[in-house]
């Protein structure tokens, strides 16, 4: 059994694509730029705020002041519109309280800001992690290290005894970069042969097939 589970956010615990997208198109239609669907986002979003602005304009248009400006309108958008059409992934809530019940530490590592990492986590999931870490300026966003290695300094646990579970092929190149063994979930925003492909250790196909991992 594992003593303590690295959770990524968006896509693993909480379905947040119609929000995200919502922000980036409303950006693009204030700067006069084509919009997307809210399926292609699937395919933007995990990198953080600035590949996602990249990705959803075309190369002639990345610019610095396009991209700043996105920038500008994707926070205005998401900071006043987050909670309207999230909502955590049916299942993960209990997963954690179990796990929890049995000693392990949680926590979150995510590569969206950290004061809307919190307050997502502080809404839909409460008080029910250790640490919740997202990104802050002048740091290195996943698949670096950095985050995930800090979170285990701060739940005070070695790496073999954490296991990270994520979405996406970020997330198992982010597990593997920390040296910590990865599970890749099949509910979020990415394929499993993209996770497979990337080398996940374990693919969950639900909350309970990652609870047995987890507690393996």
């Known amino acids: ?3 303590g589970v690295i959770f990524d956010l968006d896509g693993t615990l909480i379905n947040s694509i119609g929000d995200l997208a919502a922000a980036c198109n409303y950006g693009l239609e204030k700067c006069g730029f084509p919009v997307h669907e809210v399926e ?11 590949k996602l602005i990249e990705r959803m304009i075309s190369s002639e248009l990345r610019t610095e002041e396009n991209i700043n400006r996105l920038l500008e309108l994707f926070d205005e958008y998401y900071g006043a519109h987050m ?11 209990e997963l954690i309280d179990e796990i929890r019940t049995r000693g392990i530490k949680t926590a979150v590592v995510s ?7 919190t307050k997502i986590v502080k809404d839909f999931l409460g008080d029910r992690f250790e640490v919740v ?4 300026p002048g740091c290195p966003t996943k698949p670096d290290a950095y985050s995930v290695n800090e979170v285990i ?4 646990l070695k ?3 954490c296991l990270y579970v994520g979405d996406s092929n970020v997330d198992i ?8 063994k990865s599970v890749g979930v099949l509910w979020g925003f990415r394929s499993k042969e993209e996770l497979v492909k990337e080398g996940a250790d374990y693919i969950a196909e639900d909350m309970a097939q990652l609870k047995k991992y987890i507690l393996e």
């Not at 870490?133 to 802050?136: A, E, K």
């Open 173 to 180: 190149i982010t597990a593997r970069n920390s040296e910590v």
């Open 153 to 156: 300094k701060m739940l005070g």
């Open 133 to 136: 870490f997202g990104h802050r």
């Open 1 to 3: 059994m594992y003593k």
């Open 40 to 50: 292609q986002y699937k395919t933007f979003v995990g990198d953080g705020r600035y």
């Open 83 to 93: 909670f309207d059409n999230t909502k955590p992934y049916e299942g993960a809530i």
């Open 111 to 117: 590569n969206k800001p950290h004061e809307f990492t």
């Open 159 to 161: 790496k073999s005894e």
